[in-house]
């Protein structure tokens, strides 16, 4: 199969890794996949530690990515950071709408939206995810959902902004459950995403990434990104082991 869309292997490290457990990471990464002819690879540390690892990655291809961000660029909102704070901290991707931040910390469609258009006017990248639960799954009820997640993350996003948006499929039943879902199951979500997105953008959808995340592993990631609509993954738990990380960009063709 030839691939027109660079895949990207996206690791997720949630809350996880002090400074010195995330330079130690971020060094084993470097030295082994800080070029990967053909992948491009992404981490998202928590903020603490985005300095020390910019350090580390600092002329490798490896990107710096963070898990979330304010819609606005400065204010009184105690505890929250803006766009142009990541990207002085060296960001250039950002994960918006992970579906603990959802589930967790009430996030709603409204504040994704607002979310992805502050990180697109700062320039970052957002890493737009969306995903239905079991209970919605169960129901029947996968495609509207994530259809209305999608709608909602990109209303009002201009043509040339939703060209550096990426999306992350993540199905809630299977984030750090073991539970993967079926490469048929994610392609046809996946496919799914994109003739929406097509149908609003006909000319983009093509090129727009769109990742797989839910239990991703060394042992899974191929036959997931096998399929002609997976373009990389958002990998939480198995990329917090250099080996299995590397495993996996290199596995992922
Ligand atoms: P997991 O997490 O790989 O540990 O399931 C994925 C994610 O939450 O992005």
Known sequence: MIRTRTPLLAGNWKMWGTRSEAAALSTALTAVVGRTPGREVMIAPPFTALEVVRSVIDGSAIQL??????????????????????????????????????????????????????????????????????????????????????????????????????????????????????????????????????????SLAASIRILYGGSMKPDNVRALMAEVDVDGGLVGGASLQAESFVRMVREGS
């Not at 995810?129 to 996003?157: H, K, N």
């Not at 799914?192 to 953008?201: D, M, P, S, Y």
Request: include cysteine.
């Open 65 to 202: 990515g963070a898990q979330n961000l304010h819609w606005e660029p400065k204010g009184a909102f105690t505890g929250e950071i803006s766009a142009p704070m990541l990207v002085e901290a060296g960001c250039t991707y950002v994960i918006i709408g992970h579906s603990e931040r959802r589930q967790l910390f009430g996030e709603l469609d409204a504040g994704v939206n607002l979310k992805t258009r502050a990180a697109l006017r700062a320039g970052l990248a957002p890493v737009i995810c969306v995903g239905e639960t079991l209970p919605e799954r169960d129901a029947g009820e996968t495609l509207g959902r994530v259809q209305a997640q999608l709608d909602a993350a990109i209303a009002g996003v201009s043509a040339a902004d939703l060209a550096r948006c990426l999306i992350a499929y993540e199905p809630v039943w299977a984030i750090g459950t073991g539970r993967t879902a079926t490469p048929a199951q994610a392609q046809e979500v996946h496919a799914f995403i994109r003739a929406r997105l097509a149908a609003g953008h006909p």
